[in-house]
T-cell receptor, first 114, second 115 residues
Framework: AQSVAQPEDQVNVAEGNPLTVKCTYSVSGNPYLFWYVQYPNRGLQFLLKYITGDNLVKGSYGFEAEFNKSQTSFHLKKPSALVSDSALYFCAVSPYTGFQKLVFGTGTRLLVSP | EADIYQTPRYLVIGTGKKITLECSQTMGHDKMYWYQQDPGMELHLIHYSYGVNSTEKGDLSSESTVSRIRTEHFPLTLESARPSHTSQYLC??????????????FGPGTRLTVL
């Protein structure tokens, strides 16, 4: 069975500094990996996904994520954080075959201070 | 931006009431999903659908039921609401590109409180 771990409940960063939100996964076969963001009282918004190919995936709002197969990681990154990036971030994995059932991590709250 | 809608956005009801949470999408997606999310916590899949007349239970046991009579509509019903049903319910649909890499798009959610 697939699983996702987000080891940090919260990440604090100052505006303008680079940010990293960590995610590791466990899945049989090749993974499909996703990042979503959730603002208060809102649904999830899709940021980016890794399917195959280039290990560096670029997504919405200046975010990118690096797929590392040997470390089974898919960390979310942004070169310069904005206060408006403060939100809850979820990593998710989908199996390679069968019906798509996303398995989500527990989420990481990102707080960007002015 | 995905065109997926949920109503109501907020609902406060008493124990024992029957409720239906509405979810509609205008993207023509065959696959739809319901997730349950407690505040600030991970999402758990409770129902999904491959298409019209197809419904399946998800990974988290739920007393709710769903139906899929039309492609665009995937309502969730609780016959007799209880305080343990208090949660946020998120609906999603995914594109039909094939395989398990399709992106799921989420509605804004319904926050349900059962007194």
């Amino acid at each position: 069975a697939q699983s996702v771990a987000q080891p940090e409940d919260q990440v604090n960063v100052a505006e303008g500094n680079p940010l990293t939100v960590k995610c590791t996964y466990s899945v049989s076969g090749n993974p499909y990996l996703f990042w979503y963001v959730q603002y208060p009282n809102r649904g999830l918004q899709f940021l980016l996904k890794y399917i195959t190919g280039d290990n560096l995936v670029k997504g919405s709002y200046g975010f990118e994520a690096e797929f590392n197969k040997s470390q089974t990681s898919f960390h979310l990154k942004k070169p310069s954080a904005l206060v408006s990036d403060s939100a809850l971030y979820f990593c998710a994995v989908s199996p390679y075959t069968g019906f798509q059932k996303l398995v989500f991590g527990t989420g990481t709250r990102l707080l960007v201070s002015p | 931006e995905a065109d997926i809608y949920q109503t109501p956005r907020y609902l406060v009801i008493g124990t024992g009431k029957k409720i239906t949470l509405e979810c509609s999408q205008t993207m023509g997606h065959d696959k739809m999903y319901w997730y349950q999310q407690d505040p600030g916590m991970e999402l758990h899949l409770i129902h999904y659908s491959y298409g019209v007349n197809s419904t399946e239970k998800g990974d988290l046991s739920s007393e709710s039921t769903v139906s899929r009579i039309r492609t665009e509509h995937f309502p969730l019903t609780l016959e007799s609401a209880r305080p343990s049903h208090t949660s946020q319910y998120l609906c999603a649909s995914s594109e039909n590109l094939g395989g398990t890499a399709d992106t799921q798009y989420f509605g804004p959610g319904t926050r349900l409180t059962v007194l």
